[in-house]
């Protein structure tokens, strides 16, 4: 270990690395972790964290920011404002989506998207790319160029109107990304199912906004994570299925990787911690519970537990997709009678997605911080081409750190949070464990509720191909879509 002097030292923590909680010191230089042990010199400012946990920044790795959706409304955030917001919750990387819509250039919608988030973020962020327009230019011009720029991810949808790819587009683009190294997401629930059932629904007169869990069942999601799951495999390409709700989809899950398949699967803080109850409420109110896939009920919530502490959940991300209440762009668009199929769906999740699953994780046993690191910094990071880098406390990463209050106490309220939105769903929970500062690279963000760094710290990332994305099992057809032939066959002379 090396003795010269460091920029910052921080002393006295349990600091929660690969090989679990030590006691020790980290010291920092030049931005990054340059040692872990004890009584490292420090020339620099030296950071007391005794009392407290020392923890790699969460990495979140899916959510919504200055973004228009499908509908045509805008998130109500910013990069300044999101990224501020979640680093009051302990969040120190964000990989939100460049969304291409149908006809639009992948190219210039990315450098529209830089241009957005440059020098606003406070926080590094990435972008996955979103593909609804499978042409040859964006699979075979604007797709390679971008992965190889460091954008290395590709979300597509199965579901919407405006956004989803029908089998053979979906095809197309899984087996562009799998040629070019990238990681596919994938937003699973059957279109038709959902599409007919809502059309029943409105025509027997049931609009009211409860009627979202009816509308969008566990079926239509088990139905569609098991097609994702056939359509990776015939392509033999790994997936990332998004935002998984119910404990069908959690069984589709179990059975594809028991299969031996590469998937992995996220899940989201209101799927652990709210039920399907909570839109039994006026409109105004129940819209605030409004997600896609929606709330489900408590067997599917102890399913989600399950999986996320078992490995069958890889990651855990916020989805956060934050928007007014009122007006074109609000969740209520046509007014307190708005019908569940045209409410905005989506729920702020950036800042209190850490605090509400340590305290519900950590807290009640259900998770291990070691658990608790792994699926909220560690495997996002490492699934999408930042492993070593961020998410995880170890000479040579980035120095994204967070002081973690394990006792620290709060009551939710919209006064008591940083995005502005004004509303939470999560108003009235307690949590207990929170962060009181966060660090990016060295840089202190924020401190006992104080901000300290200025817009435009955060750097866009280039993410390398992950390895997870390497195929290492043969197509289940024999053909490899890639190379275009048959794997008994020998390379072509």
Same mark, same amino acid.
């Given at each position: 270990?090396?003795?010269?002097? $460091? ?25 990054r972790?340059?040692? #872990? ?7 620099? &400012? ?6 407290? +946990?020392v #923890? ?22 910013? $990069?300044?404002?999101?990224s ?9 990387? +964000?990989?939100p $989506? ?5 006809g639009q ?26 593909? =609804? ?8 011009? &604007?797709l390679?160029? %971008?992965?190889?720029?460091?954008? =290395?991810?590709?979300?597509?949808? *199965? ?26 997401l994938?937003?699973?629930e ?28 566990m079926l ?6 098991h ?52 839109l ?8 605030k $519970? ?11 919530? &102890?399913? *989600? ?26 969740? %209520?668009?046509?007014?307190?009678? =708005? ?10 999740? +950036? ?15 259900? #998770? ?14 490492? #699934?999408?081409? %930042?492993e070593?880098?961020?998410?995880v ?6 120095a ?8 620290k106490q ?26 009181? *500062?966060?660090?990016?690279?060295? =840089? ?7 901000? %300290? ?18 195929v ?9 879509v ?12």
């Amino acid at each position: 270990m090396s003795m010269q002097s $460091f920029d910052t030292v921080v002393r006295g923590g349990r600091v929660v690395t690969p090989q679990g909680v030590v006691e020790t010191e980290v010291g920092i230089r030049d931005g990054r972790i340059a040692a #872990l042990g004890l009584a490292l010199p420090s020339a620099g &400012d030296v950071i007391d964290a005794r009392g407290l +946990l020392v #923890l790699p920044g969460g990495v979140d790795a899916h959510c919504h920011i200055d973004q228009m959706v499908s509908s045509g409304a805008r998130t109500a955030d910013d $990069f300044a404002s999101a990224s501020l917001a979640a680093a009051f919750g302990g969040t120190t990387t +964000l990989i939100p $989506f460049a969304a291409q819509h149908r006809g639009q250039s992948l190219r210039k919608v990315v450098d529209d998207y830089k241009a957005r988030a440059e020098g606003k973020s406070v926080l590094d962020y990435g972008f996955h790319l979103i593909v =609804t327009d499978a042409s040859e230019q964006t699979l075979d011009i &604007d797709l390679p160029s %971008l992965v190889g720029e460091g954008f =290395t991810s590709v979300k597509i949808y *199965l579901t919407y109107d405006a956004l989803r790819l029908d089998d053979r587009a979906a095809l197309d683009v899984l087996a562009a990304v799998r040629r070019e190294g990238a990681m596919p997401l994938i937003h699973a629930e059957s279109h038709d199912m959902i599409a007919w059932f809502t059309e029943k629904l409105l025509s027997a007169g049931y609009s009211e906004i409860r009627h979202l869990a009816d509308a969008r069942p566990m079926l239509a999601e088990r139905d569609a994570v098991h097609h994702a799951v056939s359509l990776a495999e015939l392509v033999n390409v790994p997936i990332v299925l998004v935002h998984m709700s119910s404990a069908e989809a959690v069984e589709q899950v179990r059975w594809a990787r028991k299969r031996g398949f590469p998937i992995h699967a996220e899940t989201c803080p209101q799927y652990l911690v709210l039920t399907r109850q909570a839109l039994e409420r006026p409109s105004f109110e129940a819209a605030k $519970f409004c997600c896609s896939p929606p709330l489900r009920d408590k067997a599917s919530q &102890d399913a *989600l537990w399950s999986g996320l502490a078992d490995g069958t959940l890889s990651i855990l991300s916020s989805d956060h997709s934050a928007f007014v209440m009122e007006g074109p762009d609000g969740k %209520l668009r046509d007014g307190a009678d =708005t019908a569940f199929n045209r409410v905005q769906y989506g729920m702020p999740g +950036l800042e209190l997605r850490l605090p509400l699953i340590f305290s519900e994780g950590v807290g009640t046993g259900r #998770l291990s911080i070691e658990r608790f690191v792994e699926v909220t910094a560690t495997e996002p990071a490492r #699934l999408y081409g %930042l492993e070593g880098r961020k998410g995880v406390i170890a000479p040579g990463a980035d120095a994204d750190l967070v002081l973690w209050d394990p006792n620290k106490q709060l009551k939710i309220h919209p006064e008591t949070l940083h995005d502005g939105l004004g509303w939470t769903p999560y108003e009235g929970r307690e949590v207990t464990g929170l962060p009181v *500062l966060t660090m990016v690279r060295g =840089t202190v963000i924020c401190r006992e509720g104080e901000r %300290l760094a200025p817009d435009g710290h955060g750097r866009l990332l280039a993410r390398a191909r992950p390895e997870a994305c390497t195929v290492t099992t043969p197509p289940a057809t024999g053909f490899d879509v890639v190379s275009g032939r048959f794997v008994c066959e020998a390379p072509a002379s």
